[in-house]
């Protein structure tokens, strides 16, 4: 298949803005809402991951700790929000390919925890807005010099009550991926009921249909 000369400027022009088109964008773009996801956030090598301190708007003092669900180990915590320049880097610690991750807001303000696991969070909801970040050539900015990686920004008040903008504290880890899951409600048992005489009819309408053959 002969490809125009018109044509390759184009698909350059596409596939130089293809990165960009596998992150969502930086800051949480729907502010006010849950991030109704289950996080799905795996160490992508054997190593250690290492957090880069992105931002905070955050009153209240905060921290980080990584959880390594896997081993049932907590590393940390780092990035007390109030005092730690925006670039500083932490190790937190070595993991296994494939491990299974999760990581905690710890406000020593109010005394509470939350995660980008809900079952660690206080108030049993995601408290992390996590998506790729594409380092120098992101649309989010690059500040500090802070390498490609996993963008994890934070939301450190409880649900309801918070203004659920996912910004409160801001990190970039490497050596992790991550995938999220949308959270399907569970039907109401009036919904399954109708659901269930719905196909109760339609059963009886094939068999009368049948019958009249």
Known sequence: M???????????????????????????????????????IVA??????IGYFYGFSASDTDSIEMV???????????FINQSTPIGTSANFGPVTAGDQLAFVLLNTTNGNQYSTDDALSTDHVNHGYVTPF????????????????????MEDLSVPGSDLDYNDDQFVFTDISTGTQSITP?????????????LLA??????????SK
């Open 2 to 40: 002969k490809v125009s000369k018109l044509a390759i400027p184009c698909i350059a022009a596409l596939l130089a803005a293809a990165p960009s088109l596998h992150a969502d964008p930086i800051p949480y773009p729907s502010k006010g809402s849950l991030d109704n996801v289950i996080n799905n």
């Open 202 to 211: 339609a059963a009886g309408a094939v068999r009368r249909r049948l019958g």
């Open 44 to 49: 992508a090598n054997t190593g250690n991951v």
């Open 186 to 198: 569970t039907p109401e048992p009036s919904s399954i009921a109708l659901l269930g005489t719905g």
């Open 68 to 78: 390594d669900l896997t081993t049932n180990t907590t590393t940390g915590p780092f």
């Open 134 to 153: 594409l380092g120098a050539s992101d649309p989010a900015g690059d500040p500090a010099g802070i390498p490609a990686g996993t963008f994890v920004g």
